[in-house]
């Protein structure tokens, strides 16, 4: 059974940089894109971005300039990082699977989330 | 970027009845679409995707229709565990985008 568990900084201050991993584990990691998604407290969902086992990416616009999401294949871990966070960028994120050789690029797994507050 | 769009915000139905969710893309996704589900504290779950074809192990009270901009997720008979909030989300266009939410309440 296919699971994805991510850790990483709960608390920052503004201006420092979020980091998270997240590890997959019981099925195949190269057949997959890997995204990362969050959530705001309260409110909806804004996809970040996503990367596939080779290193391709794909970033949401509004965030590209501080974004960076990177692959270890060796471990079968993918990283997000978060350039110069603010309060706006306090949420629960959650890492995903695309299953894109499938043929939908829903988010069909999903990580159990990891809370993220930017507070002075 | 492409918006979704949902409606209502809020749905009040009753256990047993049927309840009947939109979803209102700003240009064509074709079928590239998903649903989610959400409850408190916990990440979405994929349900429907490709419009209409329900994820492994969804019952067949779940059901999508639509293609191009208008889509619907209907449930034939609310059971207890159905009241959450529920997400669509296109996937033709890069950025991937979500809807805002309907959240599903006990009337």
Redesign the interface.
Known sequence: QVQLQHWGAGLLKPSETLSLTCAVSGGSFSDYYWSWIRQPPGKGLEWIGEINHSGSTNYNPSLKSRVTISVDTSKNHFSLKLSSVTAADTAVYYCARVPWLLSYDAFDIWGQGTMVTVSS | ?IVMTQSPATLSVSPGERATFSCRASQSVSS?L?W?QQKPGQ????LI??AS?R?TGLPARFSGSGSGTEFTLTISSLQSEDFAVY?C?Q?NN????????TKLEIK
Request: aromatic content about 26%; overall charge neutral.
């Open positions: 970027e590239n998903a989610y990440a979405p779950r994929l995707y490709d074809t994820a997400y989300q996937y890069w950025p991937r985008t979500f809807g805002q939410g």
